[in-house]
Nanobody, 126 residues
Framework: QVQLVESGGGLVQAGGSLRLSCTISGRTFGRTAMGWFRQAPGKEREFVSAIRWSGGHTYYADSVKGRFTISKDSAKNTMYLQMNSLKPEDTAVYYC???????????????????WGQGTQVTVSS
């Protein structure tokens, strides 16, 4: 039973910071990457960031480069997304995802991930 659980969402003023966490439990064999996606009301789910579990390579959407930082703690099976300089347009439900065999070119494709958390709400007010 593979489960991903997000935490750390909440309400923050523009310019503030939040740190999201995603812990994966159960089967971890073959996991190659984890990522963050977000979905605002009326919009499609979009890629935010991803990290290779073994090599540590990181990837970011252009909209969050320089503001968000993805990281992991392998011993805790936890991935983090440090979000700084938050903007109202960052408001969305944030989802963590994991995959066992995803290739680099598919890291930004939500459909390529096998496992998903339930999401955590991030609201940025002016």
């Amino acid at each position: 039973q593979v489960q991903l659980v997000e935490s750390g969402g909440g309400l923050v003023q523009a310019g503030g910071s939040l740190r999201l966490s995603c812990t994966i439990s159960g089967r971890t064999f073959g996991r190659t990457a984890m990522g963050w996606f977000r979905q605002a009301p009326g919009k499609e789910r979009e890629f935010v960031s991803a990290i290779r579990w073994s090599g540590g390579h990181t990837y970011y959407a252009d909209s969050v480069k320089g503001r968000f930082t993805i990281s992991k703690d392998s011993a805790k099976n936890t991935m983090y997304l440090q979000m700084n300089s938050l903007k109202p347009e960052d408001t969305a439900v944030y989802y963590c995802a994991a995959d066992t065999s995803i290739i680099t070119s598919e890291l930004g494709n939500a459909g390529a991930y096998d496992y998903w958390g339930q999401g955590t709400q991030v609201t940025v007010s002016s």
